[in-house]
């Protein structure tokens, strides 16, 4: 496979990590929306009623500061340039969502390995979950 089909077959959302958080807010009594196209950086999840998002990031796409994010090594004149505007974009959107008045969470890639760390963080951001009656 050459590197342009490499590249086509990378998705942008539905990833793993994506889809265990979606997973464990849902299993916390949370609902949202998926991916609503007119908000800035389309966040992964929504919580309309609440004016809250949730990005859920891959380390090396968005340039976290861990292990698994680095620069690969052959091709860098691509590789940085490419790297620095996702992270770039990723800042801009934050600042547009906070000056519309919507709060936002980003949760690494890396971070998910402690599900109970998520999940409090996820708790002390959204807030108490709303009971159904039924």
Not at 89 to 95: F, I, S, T
Request: charge should be positive.
């Amino acid at each position: 496979m050459d590197r342009s089909a490499n590249m086509r077959a990378i998705r942008s959302k539905d990833m793993k990590p994506e889809l265990a958080v979606r997973s464990l807010v849902h299993r916390m009594g949370y609902r949202y929306r998926l991916h609503r196209h007119d908000l800035p950086g389309r966040p992964d999840l929504v919580f309309p009623g609440r004016k809250k998002v949730i990005f859920v990031h891959g380390c090396f796409w968005h340039c976290h500061n861990c292990k698994t994010a680095h620069v690969p090594k052959s091709n860098r004149d691509y590789w940085e340039p490419k790297l620095e505007r996702n992270r770039t974009r990723d800042a801009r959107n934050l600042v547009v969502l906070k000056t519309a008045g919507w709060q936002s969470l980003v949760l690494w890639e890396c971070e998910l390995n402690d599900p109970e760390d998520m999940r409090a963080r996820i708790r002390r951001f959204l807030g108490r979950e709303r009971v159904l009656n039924g």
